[in-house]
């Protein structure tokens, strides 16, 4: 087809922006050129996610529009990709048909084929890059749709994943934040004794690098061996997201999750031992089918008890194909779910303001991503939102700032002076 300009759509996790950034990449290198909108654009990409009914109903409500649009520009091309395409996309051919190309998460139309002049390299500036290391996921969690429609998992060779950061370093990249459904798993799949504890320390030695992440991890997979590793690399960065889900045995064994609240106690109990200032978010679903009140006071309770630099709450949403859906009875009414939510928000609140306010007065080291109503903005190595003034041109820099103000979402300051990278 004619090259000209493309819009890429993206809902959902960070796999999902990282699968749109390389589908960006390979349609500037067969030279279409990026529109500022859907009606602006020649083919119109839907990057999609399914994980919740709430981000599901975005991709019908975006593919509503888009017939519309197809209807007034019948030469424009609509390309869906994403966690909404399963195996065969044959009953969604028969759903929106004037769909002109139907991929799987991380597939590319056959139409815009690889070229040798197409490194994987963000196409907008940036600071931060997210880069797959594993695709798929072994574990059927009953909620999960993400086996169903990305597979099982496999890893990408090593020396591709160090091969492309090394190029997004050489283009500015600072900061690379490793991604898969479960990245704990890394390495499982390919030969010789290759996991994410070996990987990080390759990459931890890459010069002009700063700071290293990843996610999702998975706490039945989390070694010991990743934990020490995390804490002897300096740019790994001490700060995790570890899903809990539920702080009830019960609700965990239908959930599929495959360990206990004692386990998961452990392992927190293990990552802060031997790294005291390390900084664990995670996930939680109220609203289980068979979750009663004393299951969720449970759940409460631990995330009372652990404390939790930032909780991501979401009401159970049955998803079509999961085992939970097929088989459990989504009886937790919708009033009582949005009640338990609100409570675990409020009591998120209350812990993340007594965390942060301990920030009062230190002075943090910052990485520039960019501005916000007229102040820079950036990451502690903790991954607190800090944000603060300065005349300077500060993108992509790494300074240190004085803590001033603190919220349960950000941190306020004052700049210091800029810091070398290779304070680290």
Not at 217 to 246: E, F
């Amino acid at each position: 087809m004619m090259m000209g300009s493309y819009y890429i759509w993206t809902i959902g996790c960070q796999m999902n922006r990282a699968e749109s950034e390389r589908l960006s990449v390979r349609f500037r290198s067969h030279g279409y050129m990026e529109a500022p909108n859907a009606e602006a654009a020649d083919v119109v990409v839907v990057n999609s996610c399914v994980v919740r009914k709430h981000a599901e109903d975005k991709v019908f409500n975006k593919l509503h529009n888009l017939k519309a649009l197809k209807k007034r520009r019948p030469d424009m091309r609509i390309v869906l990709t994403g966690c909404f395409v399963g195996q065969t996309p044959a009953e969604l051919q028969a759903l929106f048909p004037y769909v002109d190309d139907f991929l799987r998460p991380g597939e590319f139309p056959d139409w815009l084929p690889e070229t040798d002049c197409a490194p994987v390299v963000p196409v907008h500036p940036a600071v931060s890059a997210y880069v797959p290391i594993i695709q798929g996921c072994n574990n059927f969690c009953t909620y999960c749709v993400v086996p169903y429609r990305r597979g099982r998992e496999k890893s990408r060779l090593p020396e591709d994943i160090i091969c492309e950061v090394r190029r997004l370093v050489q283009h500015g990249i600072k900061e690379v934040i490793l991604v898969g459904q479960n990245v704990d798993s890394y390495g499982h799949d390919l030969q010789g004794c290759t996991n994410l504890a070996q990987l990080l320390t390759e990459l931890n030695g890459i010069e002009g690098l700063s700071r290293l992440r990843f996610l999702t991890n998975h706490p039945k997979d989390m070694t010991q061996t990743l934990i020490d590793a995390v804490a002897c690399l300096d740019k790994v960065c001490r700060q995790i997201n570890l899903p809990v889900q539920s702080g009830n045995d019960d609700i965990l064994r239908a959930m599929n999750r495959g360990y206990t609240v004692a386990d998961y106690r452990d392992l927190m109990l293990r990552l802060r031992r031997v790294m005291p200032d390390i900084a664990i978010t995670t996930d939680v679903i109220v609203g289980f089918p068979g979750e009663d009140d004393t299951h969720f006071q449970n759940t409460y309770e631990l995330l009372t008890e652990l404390r939790f630099d930032a909780v991501h709450v979401a009401a159970y949403s049955p998803r079509p194909g999961t085992l939970a859906a097929n088989r459990l009875v989504d009886d937790v009414p919708q009033d009582t779910k949005k009640a338990r939510l609100a409570a675990v928000e409020s009591l998120q609140a209350r812990i993340a303001s007594e965390i942060n306010a301990a920030y009062l007065g230190q002075t943090l080291e910052v990485l520039v991503d960019g501005t916000n109503k007229s102040r820079w903005q950036g990451r502690t190595r903790s991954d607190k939102m800090v944000f603060f003034s300065s005349a300077e041109d500060l993108q992509g820099k790494t300074v240190l700032v004085q803590i001033g103000k603190t919220s349960p979402w950000s941190l306020q300051g004052k700049l210091n002076t800029p810091v070398a990278e290779e304070i680290h």
